[in-house]
């Protein structure tokens, strides 16, 4: 049997060179080995009361997989994991697993906690070199759940009901299923194989997925309940961009982050002319925001060949949103960073193009709201920088497409879904998850979301 | 996949498709667009839904042969298949206690005009109509605008049909007769509805326009289709494609249009080039 290996720090995952990696759109965490990952996995201490299960939100059963891991039994790892999630080749590698799982990993008193999320990964991904099996789920219930939206919410529930013997159907508005995974993450930090893999998992369980429905348009919520469907789940996220309403937004060669990494991502402008779709990438490129979605476009405007890439974030380093192995990975491939830095208006040339952005200082002020220091600015210190292209990354709000299209829904103030804490809505029948409940969170908050949606689906169902 | 059930060349560089989507044609209104994909690589365009039959299912695009990707759909005949048709987006246009309507449609601008004006005529408002090409051969759908307008101008810029100049001329002179209409629709290129919207103005009389920004996703995700309307910034794809002319600020719609102008000429090089074999 495999003892304990006492290292205090985690087992170095391989990665792609900086240098080498900011001119390729290749994957940029290589993985570990077999080996890595059982010396890894013998580091977890199997504890009796696993504290780091309490930070997952989909509970995935971790001592119990990583042991097989340990055991070199990488079929049992992953068959524990897919228990209770969907999606762990995504998970692996999006999931901030610093503030969750490995955050209460009792390890972390000593050291580094056990890399949690690195072996999700390496089962994920040793599964998918031998080949997936999926048993085809039969219907059992005779009932039909209808999902929109195909993101990590919608997929989650998808799995989670088809699993319990529900016939699913889940409704994209895109040609392609994934949501965010898809249009948003790029492919060096989530190739998007992995993610057509996980969703034809899902699919060969069952599940039936229908692309091209821009729901709320083609069909409404209620189309769908008059088509014999029971119960709907809504995880159609939080896609409607956010811009900062300052002069100048306008301009050529200014993007939502949306549109400049669904142009690169879903559509591949990276592969222009071979693929249709173009992006405009210029030399100097700055990117305003500091979370996850900033630090995606400023590292693909650097692939897409800028020279000089700036991140523009108003407050300070320590009160970035972003995770910190991507501000890391960031910084690495040479993106600059100028913080305490806020954006007043975008330049233009008489034909339209951008050619700067004015910007001014700011300084951290009393605490605001969100308990972190209010970034105020410094009279008089307004700066410009040369600048070809602009992207705003400072968040998204809901969009209004589907949820105005459906009667007896309500919504908060914000124009996000109200629900119970197992997703219900106000609507019978109807659930919703994911940040089109929450606002913009994460991929694993959005599958715990969907998770428990089902659960509540299930219930709803077995009374009917 | 969505079948091409009809190919109608309408002009040189101007074709017509009848789309089989039945679940898009159940929902269309007039003002509506749709957006396609032809193939796996291939670009999302929107192009206005210039004419539906919930009955049999089936939608109506018109293109024109501009950019690689209308100039690939345009070797496609009946029988082949679309890899993606999405729709009905944007919003449908509604009027309320109208009697009597002007609507003018420019270039490949008359394809959208239609659908709107055939519910107008449908519900008995007088409607006059002024359509315009640069010459004959390209004036498309002159007998369905007849065929539901009251009164039909026709101009043409070289004088080959109709009124020799733009439709504008024709708008003008029936403002200053002293036409009175309860909306005036103008459809067609930028610089069309900029000089129609300038020319109904002074007469107050309220004038909507169809705008056609760079979209890719069509459902309000992206942004890139922004426009400024009244000092707003709007999104044509879920705000639109209609709004009222007066607001429009068409000279950022046209430097907004031009973004992309060198990828599309590379793209239409590599096309032409041999890059593919669509023509052999």
């Known amino acids: 049997m495999s003892s304990i290996n006492r290292s205090k720090t985690k087992t170095p995952m391989p ?74 080749a995504v998970c692996g590698r999006v999931c901030p697993q610093e503030e969750q799982c490995e955050q209460k990993c009792i390890l972390n008193k000593m050291g580094d906690s056990v890399g949690i999320g690195r072996l999700e990964r390496f089962a994920a991904d040793w599964e998918r070199k031998q080949g997936i099996k999926a048993p085809k789920q039969t219907s059992q219930t005779n009932k039909k759940v209808a999902i929109i939206g195909s993101g990590p919410a919608g997929l989650t529930c998808a799995g989670d009901l088809v699993k319990l013997g529900y016939e699913v159907t889940v409704f994209e508005a895109f040609h392609e299923p994934g949501g965010v995974l898809i249009y948003g993450i790029p492919e060096f930090r989530l190739p998007k194989a992995i993610v057509k893999q996980e969703v034809e998992f899902i699919e060969k369980l069952g599940v039936q997925v229908k692309t091209d429905m821009v729901m709320g348009k083609v069909l409404t919520v209620d189309d769908v309940f008059q088509m014999g469907y029971d119960a709907v789940f809504i995880g159609t996220g939080a896609g409607l961009p956010k ?77 970035m949103p972003a995770r910190k192995e991507e501000s890391e990975h960031a910084k690495e491939e040479g ?34 709201a969100s308990g972190r220091r209010r970034p105020v600015p410094i009279e008089g210190s307004e700066f410009i920088l040369d600048m070809d292209t602009v992207v705003i990354a400072i968040g998204t709000g809901p969009n209004p497409l589907l949820t105005k299209a459906t009667e007896g829904l309500d919504l908060n103030k914000y124009g996000y879904i109200d629900t119970d804490e197992n997703g219900k809505t106000s609507k019978e029948g109807v659930w919703a998850g994911g940040d089109i409940v929450t606002g913009s969170a994460t991929v694993i908050l959005a599958m715990g979301a969907g998770k428990k949606a089902a659960q509540s689906i299930h219930e709803y169902l077995q009374t009917k | 996949m969505y079948k091409i059930l009809e190919r109608k060349d309408l002009a040189p560089s101007i074709k017509q498709f009848v789309i089989d989507a039945p679940l898009v044609a159940k929902k269309a209104q007039p003002g509506q667009f749709i957006i396609l994909r032809i193939r796996e690589g291939g670009e999302r365009i929107p192009l206005t839904i210039a004419d539906y039959d919930t009955q049999k299912g089936t939608i109506t695009v018109v293109f024109q042969e501009v950019g690689k ?16 048709f999405v729709g009905p987006l944007g919003q449908a246009v509604q009027f309320e206690n109208h009697k009597k309507v002007l609507g003018i449609g420019g270039g490949l601008g008359v394809a959208p005009l239609y659908p709107k004006l055939k519910m107008l005529h449908q519900k008995g408002v007088e409607v006059t109509s002024i359509i315009g090409a640069k010459s004959a051969d390209l004036l498309i759908m002159e007998n369905e605008i007849k065929a539901v307008s009251n009164k039909t101008y026709i101009c043409t810029d070289d004088g080959s049909k109709g009124r020799h100049g733009f439709v504008t001329v024709v708008l003008k002179e029936l403002l200053e007769k002293g036409e009175k209409y309860d909306e005036i629709i103008i459809i067609g ?42 000092g707003e910034t709007k999104f044509a794809c879920v705000d639109g494609p209609a709004f009222d002319g007066h607001k429009v600020d068409f000279d950022e719609l046209m430097k907004r249009l031009q973004t992309y102008k060198s990828e599309e000429k590379t793209a239409i090089d590599k096309h032409e080039g041999g890059g593919c074999r669509c023509h052999q």
Not at chain 1, 48 to 76: L, N, W, Y
Not at chain 1, 287 to 307: F, H, I, K, Q
């Open chain 2, 189 to 230: 290129p930028p610089i069309l509805m900029k000089i129609g919207t300038e020319i109904t103005k002074p007469y107050d009389i309220p004038t909507m326009v169809s705008l056609n920004p760079i979209m890719v996703d069509g459902t309000g995700m992206c942004g890139g289709c922004r426009v400024t309307v009244g």
């Open chain 1, 15 to 88: 990665a792609q060179d900086p240098k080498k990696r900011s001119k390729n759109f290749d994957e940029v965490a290589l993985g570990y080995t077999e080996e890595d990952a059982v010396n890894e996995a013998r580091r977890c201490l199997n504890c009796k009361k696993p504290t780091c299960m309490e930070g997952c939100p989909v509970q995935v059963q971790i001592p119990r997989f990583i042991k097989h891991i340990a055991e070199k039994d990488f079929q049992s790892a992953i068959n524990v994991i897919k228990e209770t999630n969907s999606l762990p």
């Open chain 2, 69 to 84: 990707t209308t100039k690939e759909l345009g070797t496609l005949k009946a029988g082949d298949h679309l890899a993606d």
């Open chain 1, 335 to 368: 993106i600059i960073f100028n913080f305490l830095t806020n954006p007043t208006r975008i330049i233009g040339d008489d034909k339209g193009w951008v050619k700067g952005i004015e910007c001014i200082q700011m300084q951290l002020g009393e605490p605001d």
């Open chain 1, 243 to 319: 811009f900062m309403k300052i002069p100048g937004e306008n301009y050529l060669g200014v993007y939502s982050a949306n549109e400049f990494l669904t142009r690169i991502n879903l559509m591949k402008a990276y592969s222009f002319p071979k693929t249709d779709t173009p992006v405009k990438v210029g030399k100097k490129v700055a990117v305003v925001g500091g979370g996850n979605v900033a630090m995606d476009s400023a590292r693909c405007a650097l692939r897409m060949g800028a020279e000089e890439v700036y991140i523009i974030y108003r407050r300070s380093e320590e009160e």
